[in-house]
T-cell receptor, first 110, second 114 residues
Framework: SQQGEEDPQALSIQEGENATMNCSYKTSINNLQWYRQNSGRGLVHLIL?????REKHSGRLRVTLDTSKKSSSLLITASRAADTASYFCATGGAGTALIFGKGTTLSVSS | KAGVTQTPRYLIKTRGQQVTLSCSPISGHRSVSWYQQTPGQGLQFLFE???????NKGNFPGRFSGRQFSNSRSEMNVSTLELGDSALYLC?????????????FGEGSWLTVV
């Protein structure tokens, strides 16, 4: 079953623009993680945000978490063509399992 | 520090055969998890091993099994392969995801069943 659901499913922007992806989840969480996946490759960990944190930054990435709304957002500023990928949020499921949404496919054109 | 290493990267098997995939976690990580990714079902949790013990299992048939060795390396096995088992199988390692540590993934093993 899907815990996290990303929105939008697909996003197309120009280089230099910002990209915002949203994630909603259903149950209480201890943390939420964002991953990037380039076509046919493995998952690259981007950011982990804990339930007691509201915002976290890493380079051009900014993640927010609103536990009252059970939602998170990932903002990529000044997008580059190399940011073209699928982005997934993942929350802790039963014990140690991650439950993923279906992802947002981001396309950045130059 | 080397990342999560999976072998083989690509393989083709015939229906009814079995397959074994291997995963070497990041040095010092005692937890290894396996996930299946397909276009239809997305990313789904298979199982997690911690210190050689299966600690958690997803909703997959018994044809899917795994094990972890004393050096934390892990293998997963799929027996009696079906066409629907064609997928990207991802291994992940962590110090201990049960306490909120970051989970790192390998590049995956692409399995095609014909």
């Amino acid at each position: 079953s899907q815990q996290g659901e990303e929105d939008p499913q697909a996003l197309s922007i120009q280089e230099g623009e910002n990209a915002t992806m949203n994630c909603s989840y259903k149950t209480s969480i201890n943390n939420l993680q964002w991953y990037r996946q380039n076509s046919g490759r493995g998952l690259v960990h981007l950011i982990l945000i804990r339930s007691n944190e509201r915002e976290k930054h890493s380079g051009r990435l900014r993640v927010t978490l609103d536990t009252s709304k059970k939602s998170s957002s990932l903002l990529i500023t000044a997008s580059r063509a190399a940011d073209t990928a699928s982005y997934f949020c993942a929350t802790g499921g039963a014990g140690t399992a991650l439950i993923f949404g279906k992802g947002t496919t981001l396309s950045v054109s130059s | 520090k080397a990342g999560v290493t999976q072998t083989p990267r690509y393989l083709i098997k015939t229906r009814g055969q079995q397959v074994t995939l291997s995963c070497s976690p990041i040095s010092g990580h005692r937890s290894v998890s396996w996930y299946q990714q397909t276009p239809g079902q997305g990313l789904q949790f298979l199982f997690e091993y911690f210190s050689e013990t299966q600690r958690n299992k997803g909703n997959f048939p018994g044809r899917f099994s795994g094990r972890q060795f004393s050096n934390s390396r892990s293998e997963m096995n799929v027996s009696t392969l079906e066409l629907g088992d064609s997928a990207l199988y991802l291994c992940a390692s962590s110090l201990d995801p049960g306490i909120g540590n970051t989970i790192y993934f390998g590049e995956g093993s692409w399995l095609t069943v014909v």
